[in-house]
């Protein structure tokens, strides 16, 4: 099955500078990768994904690269606000058409230093 | 813009009772998971349903485990007989599926508490 792993497990940035956070994964056959920010007591909100067909995509500050390759994706938060402090997972999936499971990453706790 | 809810937010049960999480997928969506997250640790896939049964079931959904839609809005997860490992927060997602790729929408979770 998949696995995916991700680092840094911690992360403190500057507010206003930018932070990038890494995962890999295994299954070559994974076609979509998705990453999701959960706050305190929330569940995991989505807030960016990618697909295998692109190598990069943009949302305002934030920004995702893909490596299919290397079988490496990236997170790249610019300009970080305090409100970005949290804790991200990326995640792995082969698409079928919605049944599907998402393979997580182990999270990074992203502090924003005022 | 339209939500997962989640049931009870919080749950605590003595070891060896039953217990039943719930969960209102988008009204739409045709694809229901549940995922568990223990304390500090990542997210784990649980079940996947669709169409009235379940389509993939890891290893962590033993016989203890099952899920029903018992209506047409209500997913439900029911644990026969709880462990103090059962103690989690417990999501639950749905997606429409189909063309269109579209994410998987989570709730807020339950957070289960085994005494």
């Keep these: ?114 | 813009e339209p939500e997962v809810t989640q049931t009870p937010s919080h749950q605590v049960t003595q070891m060896g009772q039953e217990v039943i999480l719930r969960c209102v997928p988008i009204s739409n969506h045709l694809y229901f998971y549940w995922y568990r997250q223990i304390l500090g640790q990542k997210v784990e896939f649980l079940v996947s349903f669709y169409n009235n049964e379940i389509s993939e079931k890891s290893e962590i959904f033993d016989d203890q485990f099952s899920v029903e839609r018992p209506d047409g809005s209500n997913f439900t997860l029911k644990i026969r007989s709880t462990k103090l490992e059962d103690s989690a927060m417990y999501f639950c997602a749905s997606t429409p599926g189909g063309v269109g790729n579209q994410p998987q929408h989570f709730g807020d979770g339950t957070r289960l508490s085994i005494l």
Aim: with cysteine.
């Design chain 1, 1 to 114: 099955g998949e696995n995916v792993e991700q680092h840094p497990s911690t992360l403190s940035v500057q507010e206003g500078d930018s932070a990038v956070i890494k995962c890999t994964y295994s299954d070559s056959a994974s076609n979509y990768f998705p990453w999701y920010k959960q706050e305190l007591g929330k569940g995991p909100q989505l807030i960016i994904d990618i697909r295998s067909n692109v190598g990069e995509k943009k949302d305002q500050r934030i920004a995702v690269t893909l490596n299919k390759t290397a079988k490496h994706f990236s997170l790249h938060i610019t300009e970080t606000q305090p409100e970005d402090s949290a804790v991200y997972f990326c995640a792995a999936i082969l698409r079928d058409f919605g049944n599907e499971k998402l393979t997580f990453g182990t999270g990074t706790r992203l502090t924003i230093i005022p």
